[in-house]
């Protein structure tokens, strides 16, 4: 048996002094019988945060074999990240269902995009656009509960960030989507391809770094969550000065999207959207960066409570695993000091509890 002693945030800002954990599951009510060896954890206790745009299985050149897959999972959990929203992988990762060590993993299948508008390896080029109905109903059968689009790319003969979709192609792909009782979430960096994909309905947008005022309003009204994911919109300087010889136009883009992004994330949250904490990693970002993306939130001028309530209780509300409750699964992340006053205390937990189980680090 496990006694957490502080501060327990139950979720939606609810605490209490003490829980119990037993046999995996989550006491609020002090239990009789208690024994002399049970394990306390003095601090401050948060539902296991949540990464809601990683991508696990995935590497720079694509698809990772498992035991790479594995490491990046137990970075997550050593960050205490406990929950995966994994949006978008090549590789097959069922396999992580069955090691209750690990991360639980909400897949979205493969991402969805036309031929030499992504990056190689990682997603299904469809050939023709009218394909992408069915791909998605084939996605919504790999995934739980969630698909993958890619919204917008570099069009090379362009030159610049352009949709890869036409309006009623998405409108019939998120129809179908919706009938496989599947929610759709879409990469977009650009402003042309976002009012096309508010018109069909998408559920949630990854990255978003294109919004105008109007679409950010239009966002917040419908209850359509964004990602704005810090870490990867960071390195858009670097992508600016790789493209500058070719493509001129599109690295004119990425530097402003790159310099107007705190200011990007600081008008999502003024403006009411809901925004979720991902780090993007997979590709080329480290797995285990919670603590620096959520740092990055706050710098963009979002207070710390409301970025640990998203990447704890709300995201896992979102998500359809709720808050802790009698009886939960004790998957809980302790701190010494509250985060909510610092964000920095993300970066050293304490303990990660996950499925009632002390986990030690790297193990």
């Known amino acids: ?6 501060t327990v945030v139950l979720g939606d800002g609810r605490e209490v002094g003490d829980v119990w954990v037993e046999d995996g599951r989550l006491s609020l009510t002090r239990p009789s019988g208690l024994t002399a060896d049970m394990l306390r954890i003095d601090g401050v206790a948060l539902p296991g945060l949540v990464d809601v ?12 074999p498992p035991e790479v897959a594995e490491a990046q999972a137990i970075a997550d959990r050593d960050s205490g990240v406990l929950l995966v929203r994994d949006a ?14 690990l991360p639980r993993l909400l897949r979205a299948g493969r991402h969805l995009a036309r031929p030499k508008r992504y990056i190689r390896g990682y997603g299904d080029e469809l050939s023709s656009p009218a394909d992408l109905p069915d791909a998605v109903a084939r996605e919504a059968a790999r995934g739980d509960g969630w698909v993958k689009l890619v919204g917008d790319w570099i069009d090379r003969e362009a030159g610049d960030l352009a949709p890869l979709w036409p309006g009623d192609v998405l409108a019939a792909a998120v129809a179908r989507a919706h009938d496989e009782a599947a929610r759709v979430t879409v990469h977009t960096f650009s402003t042309e391809a976002v009012d096309d994909l508010l018109a069909a309905g998408v559920d949630c947008i990854e990255h978003g770094t294109g919004l105008t005022a109007d679409q950010v309003r239009v966002v ?12 990867q919109v960071g390195q858009f300087e670097a992508i600016a000065a790789q493209a500058d010889a070719r493509y001129p136009r599109f690295a004119a883009r990425m530097r402003f999207l790159h310099a107007r992004r705190y200011a990007q994330v600081a008008a999502f949250h003024e403006a009411g959207v ?36 998203a990447a704890s209780w709300d995201a896992r509300s979102y998500l359809g695993h709720g808050e802790l409750v009698e009886g939960a699964s004790a998957d809980l992340v302790v701190y010494d000091a509250d985060p909510r006053s610092d964000i920095d205390v993300l970066r050293s937990p304490r303990a ?6 002390l986990r030690e680090p790297g193990r």
Do not use: Y
């Open 220 to 231: 917040a009204e419908r209850g359509i969550p964004v990602t704005p994911t810090l870490l």
């Open 88 to 101: 978008g992988s090549p590789a097959d990762t069922r396999w992580v269902d069955d090691r209750p060590d």
């Open 1 to 6: 048996m496990i006694h957490v002693h502080g």
């Open 53 to 64: 745009h990683c991508h696990v299985g995935l590497g720079a050149d694509g698809a990772v």
């Open 274 to 309: 809901r925004i979720l904490v991902g780090t993007d990693a997979g590709g080329t970002i480290a797995h285990g960066r919670i603590a620096d993306e959520c740092a990055e939130l706050v710098a963009a001028g979002v207070p710390a409570p409301a970025v640990v309530a």
């Open 352 to 357: 990660v509890l996950l499925r009632g189980v």
